[in-house]
């Protein structure tokens, strides 16, 4: 066992710690504090200097022309993309590249074409539509958004609720009950496109995060042929569910890399700011929540590598992926919490990145499975039991 | 469910309404003598007055005939204005409000409010 990075691993580590220190903090001083788009002449800047690094299209598989990188150093590499204000949901505003939804990777080749292909190039968006009014913990139960066969046809009636970007996106998967008696094994993934008739983004839904806002949709009568169903019928729960596992890995990453810069400020305050007569680092208080602070990043840090270490070698992940997830977005909202203490007012002004994050990071606990679904999965998996 | 489009009543723009704004942060239309929007605008987090001081701006330079505003104070300003410009996008064919050139309507999102 390893626990060194590899040269080329702390290479590549370095290489983005650089980018992101140089390129993106520096933006930020001049951007709205709550932003999560970049100007399109600096986006289009970044983007270039990103594809030098060879870094663009981090996550498209390598036989669709991604970069080869393995999910450890994916891993290291979400952990540095993520230290700035808007890090936790729009890592460096998305200069790397986005592979759209990896289940469109299992895709027909008709599919591939008309949406994968268009959404590597960066010409087409897609969002992930789950869940809905009725709960988004327990997905396969709470689907009511019905799909009906009609000749060659479906015809789609129902709501979602919390589905990020779909106001933007050309397309989107979403998830349907095609058969009401056969509970998880009755739900199907439907590709729609966003101009169909019956198709309607009614609202936005505003809630403690400033990037990435989500949205309420309505299905009227959508009709969407055949050749838009993404596997098979009665199938689609499967393909939902391989998403959320895979997702957890980077989405606990990220919340590390916040509280590493958060954690990274507080240290630099503390050195600085005097109060009675002497450095906030200089008393026993201060430094114990630094103290703190490392234990919560370092046990993340080592969990989430784990996690990302048995993807890596293809052994089951999905009970170290949910500790992952569980830990970081935990500790992630502890250190955010410490720092903001340590910075007294500044803490919670919004001249600081740690607004942002305090009210971001809380979200992490709910998003991609709340915390007391990966205990329930996680308690599965120690106890032998089956997910029922 | 909150309402999406602003139904405030109008307040008559000039320097001794603009005075009473709060300096919070929010979103803020402007519109002609007839009540129709000219301008959906936001203070955000980099403002150094608020809505006050955004809308002393649009004073010390009127444009699009503004002579009425009203203000939201909105912590979510960034998202609130995004969905008010895309609300008013759905009931004007697709248009944006006369004076809102500041914005690149292929990055807006498209809505479609009952
Ligand atoms: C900003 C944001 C963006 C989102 N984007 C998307 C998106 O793009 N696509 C999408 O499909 N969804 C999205 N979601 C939805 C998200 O995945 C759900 O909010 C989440 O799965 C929880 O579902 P729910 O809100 O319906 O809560 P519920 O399912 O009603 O659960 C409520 C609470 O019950 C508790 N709970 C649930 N199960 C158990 C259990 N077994 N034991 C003990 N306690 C339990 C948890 O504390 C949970 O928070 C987004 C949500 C937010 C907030």
Known sequence: MDLQLTEEQTMVVDMVRRFVRREIVPLEDKLDPDTDELPEEDHGRLVAMVKDMGLYGLD????????????????????????????????????????????????????????????????????????????????????????????????????????????????????????????????????????????????IVHTLRSARYATE???????????????????????????????????????????????????????????????????????????????????????????????????????????????????????????????GGLGVAKDMPFERWFREMRIRRIGEGPNEVQRHIIARDILGMSLR | MPAIRMSKRWTPFNPETVKRVPGQLGVYQLANAAGEIVYVGVAGGRSLFGLRGELQKWLAAPQAGAAQFRIEVNMSYRTRHLELLMAYRADHEGRLPAANTDIDASRLGRLSPA
């Open chain 1, 217 to 343: 949709l309505q299905f009227t009568d959508l009709r969407v042929p055949d050749a838009n169903i993404l596997g098979e019928v009665n199938k689609g729960f499967a393909i939902a569910n391989d998403r959320l596992s895979r997702q957890r890995i980077p989405y606990a990453a990220v919340c590390i890399g916040v509280a590493i810069k958060a954690h990274e400020l507080a240290v630099e305050y503390a050195k600085i700011r005097h109060t009675f007569g002497a450095p906030l680092a200089s008393r026993q208080a201060i430094q114990w929540m630094l103290v703190d602070n490392e234990i919560d990043i370092e046990t993340s840090r080592w969990l989430t590598l784990v996690a990302a270490d048995k993807a890596r070698r293809g052994d089951p992940f999905r009970k170290e992926a949910g500790l992952a997830k569980l830990v970081a977005t935990e500790a992630g909202g502890r250190v955010v919490d410490r720092c903001m203490q340590i910075h």
């Open chain 1, 60 to 203: 498209i598989p390598p036989d669709y022309g991604g970069p080869d990188i393995d999910m450890v150093t994916r891993t290291l590499i979400a952990i540095e993309m993520s230290q700035h204000r808007a890090g936790l949901y729009a890592p460096c505003y998305g200069v790397f590249g986005g592979a759209g939804l990896a289940q469109l990777f299992e895709a027909n080749d008709d599919q591939k074409q008309r949406y994968l292909y268009p959404t590597l190039r960066g010409e087409k968006k897609v969002f992930f539509g789950l869940s809905e009014p009725s709960g988004g913990s327990d997905p396969a139960r709470a689907i009511q958004t019905r799909a009906v066969r009609d000749g060659q046809d479906w015809v789609i009636n129902g709501q979602k609720l919390w589905i990020s970007g779909a106001d933007k996106a050309d397309y989107g998967l979403l998830f349907a009950r095609t058969d009401s008696d056969k509970g998880r094994s009755g739900i199907t993934c439907f590709i729609v496109e966003t101009d169909w008739p019956g198709f309607h983004v009614r609202r």
